[in-house]
């Protein structure tokens, strides 16, 4: 089946800084990437939808200009924390809609990032 | 606009015994219909899921779900669960009338003793 990695796995970082995670789908092309964000216990919530080579869509409330999205290409999508502060801290999950031999209605899940901002 | 209801936080079962694990929806158009399942600090895994036809939907791991149109219903069972069944449950929909927008419950964790 299809697979999506998210690199990193977990990071730490100190408040102010800025993080990147990494959204790869790894055997298909992923013509749209979706990053979720998941609080401890609780659902996922959309944050933003990216096509490559065009702005992403932002959910209401997320800050398009803290958490910047670049979809540079079909198999790569970027999530930027910018500034990160204790309350980002949280467990952020993309996913990738699938073409050709992943199939259309298919959506695949990344693993996750889990990022923690002291 | 779309939604997701899982009414239980928290489901119990013993060991072999059979599990539901409840889900309703609201959709404009068509629904399309998804269970997957995440085990802690993982991501999600895809179970199942109900696009067209038959309505009772066979998915991973011996699960399966029962789309119900007039209830707008689609609940998660498995005939005899197992301890490592534990996990949390998400049930998410997607308007098939157009867009890939797709909403998540708010999800159930599923407790199965020994």
């Known amino acids: 089946g299809a697979v999506v990695s998210q690199h990193p796995s977990w990071v730490i970082c100190k408040s102010g800084t800025s993080v990147k995670i990494e959204c790869r789908s790894l055997?298909?092309?992923?013509?749209?990437m979706f990053w979720y964000r998941q609080f401890p216990k609780q659902s996922l919530m959309l944050m933003a939808t990216s096509n490559e080579g065009s702005k992403a869509t932002y959910e209401q409330g997320v800050e398009k200009d803290k958490f910047l999205i670049n979809h540079a290409s079909l198999t790569l999508s970027t999530l930027t924390v910018t500034s990160a502060h204790p309350e980002d801290s949280s467990f952020y999950i993309c996913?990738?809609?699938?073409?050709?031999?992943?199939?259309?209605?298919?959506?695949?899940f990344g693993p996750g990032t889990r990022l923690t901002v002291l | 606009a779309q939604s997701v209801a899982q009414p239980e936080d928290q489901v119990n079962v013993a060991e072999g015994n059979p599990l539901t694990v409840k889900c309703t929806y609201s959709v404009s158009g068509n629904p399309y219909l998804f269970w997957y399942v995440q085990y802690p600090n993982r991501g999600l895994q895809f179970l199942l899921k109900?696009?067209?036809?038959?309505?009772l939907v066979k998915g991973s791991y011996g699960f399966e779900a029962e789309f119900n149109k007039s209830q707008t219903s689609f609940h998660l069972k498995k005939p005899s669960a197992l301890v490592s069944d534990s996990a949390l449950y998400f049930c998410?929909?997607?308007?098939?009338?157009?867009?890939?927008?797709?909403?998540f419950g708010a999800g159930t964790r599923l407790f199965v003793k020994a």
């Open positions: 996913s990738a809609r699938g073409g050709g031999l992943a199939g259309d209605n298919e959506q695949f």
């Open positions: 055997d298909f092309q992923a013509t749209t």
């Open positions: 109900y696009i067209t036809g038959d309505n």
């Open positions: 998410a929909v997607r308007d098939g009338a157009g867009g890939f927008k797709t909403i």
